[in-house]
């Protein structure tokens, strides 16, 4: 059959979507049913709603990705990041989940995620140039 390969700066939901399928099929069938779900913790002003910050994760095949985690400037240091990492490893316990990983840059939080119990499992140096990303994971079954 033949193939041509084509780039595009804009991909569509539609186009992410034909190419997730057929690694969705062989992952299932290697693999099992990973049960994907997705979980947000907000972080709401009481009085506007308005989302100040929170914690975005996927659980996959037992495991919880911490994708993104933010609480805003003027709120930092009153340990609501933290109130989120216990929050979402509760709910991972809850859910049966063998652990949670995360990646975070140098001039992000790596002690943060150290002092709450991981354990970095890598790194790319110079991403960003001159700095380093890091790769932490908590194990939460043995």
């Known amino acids: 059959m033949p193939v041509r390969i084509e780039f595009t700066q804009d991909p ?13 099929a062989h992952n299932i069938a290697h693999a ?21 910050g929170g914690l975005y994760g996927k659980m996959f095949y037992q495991w919880l990705f911490i994708d993104l985690l933010s609480v805003q400037e ?19 316990r809850e859910k049966g989940c063998i652990g949670m990983y995360l990646d975070t840059f140098e001039f992000q939080a790596p002690g943060f995620y150290r002092s709450l119990g991981f354990t970095e499992v890598g790194q790319i140096v110079d991403y960003p140039l001159g700095s380093k ?5 908590k194990r939460l079954i043995d």
């Open 12 to 24: 569509q939901p539609a186009e992410r979507q034909a190419i997730l399928d057929p690694l969705r």
């Open 133 to 137: 990303r890091y790769f932490f994971q």
């Open 74 to 92: 003027q709120l930092r240091g009153q340990g609501i990041g933290a109130r989120l990492m216990h929050m979402a490893e509760e709910l991972a």
């Open 32 to 52: 099992g049913d990973g049960h994907y779900q997705e979980i947000a913790l907000l972080v709401r002003d009481e009085h506007s709603e308005a989302i100040l």
